[in-house]
């Protein structure tokens, strides 16, 4: 499996990173613009293979694509992070066109490749991938919800006071502060439902602190977060390398599922060699519905900013 990695900034090196950790590709290139930039961080991190235990080999490019060529899996991360105080929506103007550049430089090299998108806006940036590549739509996976979902387990395990391996839970909807939908009603504690134990007040409390966690983080360290953003796409490629079939919630183009089209909004999906296997349909309450959809609506009126 060879992974490339395009944007070699906090998240780029955070998701090579985890990805090596995990010891399950022969290797990952890095790549960005900024000259001399990725070599230096595909270099410190093969410093930590003898010392975490990995042999995948991880090599750089200044914006030398014939080095990713043959890719199975393109990560973009490139493009410019928010500022306290700022929406991810506002990215849009800077990152629509260096995700377009990318993914078209990416696929000329590896037509067969599988593409995770993460720069922001991410659910409109996936929908442009969609609309300017031709890539097959489960080959186009945008990543959001798995991130989302694990704050929201942490959330939940805070509310709990409980260890955040007896938590499950699952985020869909856009990836944005007022788009993301948990859904506390699914979430459990060891398979028991969370209002066993905690008030439907700090439930909500939860789920507002789960659909600002990019916010909350960003107002700390002046710029987005990357430890969980990189661990969340190493846990898709895995996914996808290992063929584990495993559910994450996943941006995808929708035409027709949960009511909605022409759009990619985070929904579980089904991950294995193919990327995205299948769309899973879970029944959702008249609320979960409702905020699902007016999600969607805020999502498109982002993708109507793209100039197509
Ligand atoms: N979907 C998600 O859940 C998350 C998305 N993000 C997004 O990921 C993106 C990257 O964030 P950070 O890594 O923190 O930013 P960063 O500024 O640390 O790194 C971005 C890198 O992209 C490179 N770059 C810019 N244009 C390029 C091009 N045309 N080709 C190759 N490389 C290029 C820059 O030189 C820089 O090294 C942002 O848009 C951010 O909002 C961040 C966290 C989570
Ligand atoms: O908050 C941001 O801008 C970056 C991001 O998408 C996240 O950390 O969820």
């Known amino acids: 499996m060879k992974v490339t990695v395009v944007g070699a900034g906090a998240v780029g090196a955070s998701c090579a990173e985890y990805i090596a950790i ?31 235990g990995f042999d995948t080999k ?3 490019s200044t914006n030398d694509y014939a080095k990713t060529a043959n890719s199975d899996v393109c990560v973009i991360t490139s493009g410019i992070p928010r500022k306290p105080g700022m929406t991810r929506e506002e990215l849009i103007g800077i990152n629509a066109g260096i995700v377009k550049t990318v ?6 090299h590896s037509p067969e490749t599988i593409i995770i998108v993460v720069s922001n806006p991410m659910d409109t940036m996936t929908y442009l991938v969609h609309k300017t590549t031709g890539l097959a739509k489960n080959k186009i996976i945008g990543m959001g919800g798995a991130l989302d979902s694990a704050r929201f387990k942490y959330r939940l395990a805070e509310a709990l006071d409980a260890p955040i391996s007896d938590v499950d839970g699952m985020v869909i909807g856009g990836h944005s502060d007022k788009g993301m939908v948990p859904l506390t009603r699914l979430a459990t504690r060891n398979s028991v439902p969370v209002s066993e134990f905690i008030s439907e007040d700090r439930l909500t409390q939860v789920m507002e602190d789960t659909k600002v966690g990019g916010a909350t983080l960003t107002g700390l360290l002046g710029t987005s977060a990357w430890y969980a953003p990189g661990a969340a796409v190493s846990g898709m490629v895995q996914a996808i390398a290992c063929d584990t079939k495993k559910i994450f919630p996943c941006s995808t183009l929708l035409e027709g599922e949960y009511g909605l089209n022409d759009l990619c909004i985070g929904v579980p999906v089904v991950l294995g060699k193919n990327g995205i296997e299948s769309i ?28 197509l």
């Open 280 to 307: 899973v349909e879970i029944n959702l309450s008249d609320a979960e519905k409702a905020h699902l959809s007016s999600s969607a609506e805020g999502v498109k009126a982002t993708n109507g900013l793209l100039e």
């Open 58 to 60: 991880i090599t750089g």
């Open 22 to 52: 995990k010891n399950f590709a022969a290797e990952v290139v890095l790549l960005d613009i900024k000259e001399g930039y990725a070599e230096g961080k595909a270099m410190d991190l093969m410093q930590t293979a003898s010392l975490n």
């Open 103 to 108: 993914s078209a430089n990416l696929i000329e």
